[in-house]
């Protein structure tokens, strides 16, 4: 079973609008990380927020963390259509360095 | 500098069939992972190396053997390949610092069983 849930499954924007995506996981994290890919590309990684950490920011990227609602948020800003991608959120699986992802948001920005 | 290097991109293996897909890093990081991704999914961990001569599994391991070579080297290996096993592959590493570290990716070895 995967710790972490993302929503919407796909999200289709005009270039220049905002791109909210949300994350759940299911128990208690001590991290979790947000990615990128590409068609056909393996994953980059985007920002990393900490349990002790409720938002993080980076150029054009907004992270929020609620441990207590177990969820968290990613925001894209005044999207471009280079930012056309899936997109992951990552926990810790028991624990450990072990990382599991979600099944990713699909996001298309239309120019 | 390369980062994460999978070989081979593309393979086409028959039913039964066994294969190793090699994976290198040259970040000097002592973790490295092995995920499968099926169409329109995310990621699933198959197994997991905290550091040389380690091994662990992940959520999905059944079907895969793994052999970490060497601090730079992680590779995975399929015994008798399954239909089931069609899929992209992908390893990464991380310096797995307490608190979290990123994974850096390769880009995916495209494996399809028939």
């Known amino acids: 079973s995967q710790q972490g849930e993302e929503d919407p499954q796909a999200l289709s924007i005009q270039e220049g609008e905002n791109a909210t995506m949300n994350c759940s996981y299911k128990t208690s994290i001590n991290n979790l990380q947000w990615y990128r890919q590409n068609s056909g590309r393996g994953l980059v990684h985007l920002i990393l927020i900490r349990s002790n950490e409720r938002e993080k920011h980076s150029g054009r990227l907004r992270v929020t963390l609620d441990t207590s609602k177990k969820s968290s948020s990613l925001l894209i800003t005044a999207s471009r259509a280079a930012d056309t991608a899936s997109y992951f959120c990552a926990t810790p699986m028991d624990s450990s360095y072990k990382l599991i992802f979600g099944s990713g948001t699909r996001l298309l920005v239309r120019p | 500098n390369a980062g994460v290097t999978q070989t081979p991109k593309f393979q086409v293996l028959k039913t039964g069939q066994s294969m190793t897909l090699q994976c290198a890093q040259d970040?000097?990081?002592?973790?490295m992972y092995w995920y499968r991704q099926d169409p329109g999914m995310g990621l699933r961990l198959i197994y997991y190396?905290?550091?040389?001569?380690?091994?662990d599994k992940g959520e999905v391991p059944n079907g895969y053997n793994v052999s970490r070579l060497n601090k730079r080297e992680f590779s995975l290996r399929l015994e008798s390949a399954a239909p089931s096993q069609t899929s992209v592959y992908f390893c990464?590493?991380?310096?797995?610092?307490?608190?979290?570290?990123?994974?850096?990716f390769g880009n995916g070895t495209r494996l399809t069983v028939t």
């Open positions: 970040m000097n990081h002592n973790s």
């Open positions: 990464a590493s991380s310096e797995a610092r307490q608190g979290g570290s990123p994974l850096h």
């Open positions: 190396s905290a550091s040389e001569g380690t091994t």
